[in-house]
């Protein structure tokens, strides 16, 4: 019988996010891949014409950070879109592998990640 326990990922400003990793805690263990730890950041963005636009301050600014831990990339990139569409604004989401090595793909599918982006309207 296998037990589970569920991961979950924080957010500094102190609310707390289930992740969907599943560790197993009987012999199975040596078989099923390790859960990693990325750190999520949500950056302002705006669309401006054909263009999208994100900015920030490097140590005035408070952004929304999430620690999630995920065995595998896939559970990774479902749990980051629905942070994104949580957002209240438009935001760019950096994420950031904080083990040694990237799992295989890494950087192809967290580049240019946008969410909740509207188009400019100049009257």
């Known amino acids: 019988m296998t037990t589970g326990t569920h991961s979950g990922a924080t957010a500094s400003h102190g609310s707390t996010v ?3 990793g599943v560790q197993a805690s009987t012999q199975m263990e040596t078989t099923m891949p390790s859960s990693k730890h990325f750190r999520v950041t949500f950056i ?7 263009f ?3 900015s920030f301050t ?5 952004l929304p950070r999430y620690d999630i831990f995920h065995e595998t990339l896939d559970a990774l990139m479902a749990d980051v879109e629905r942070l994104g569409k949580l957002q209240e604004q438009g935001v760019s989401a950096s994420i950031r592998c904080m083990e040694k090595r990237k799992p295989n793909g890494f950087d192809k599918r967290t580049k240019r990640l946008y ?3 509207e188009d400019k309207v100049t009257a």
Do not use: Q, T
């Open 115 to 117: 969410y909740n982006l």
């Open 44 to 50: 302002p963005a705006k669309r401006d014409g054909a």
């Open 52 to 54: 999208i636009v994100s």
């Open 58 to 62: 490097m140590m005035g600014e408070d």
């Open 18 to 20: 289930r992740g969907f």
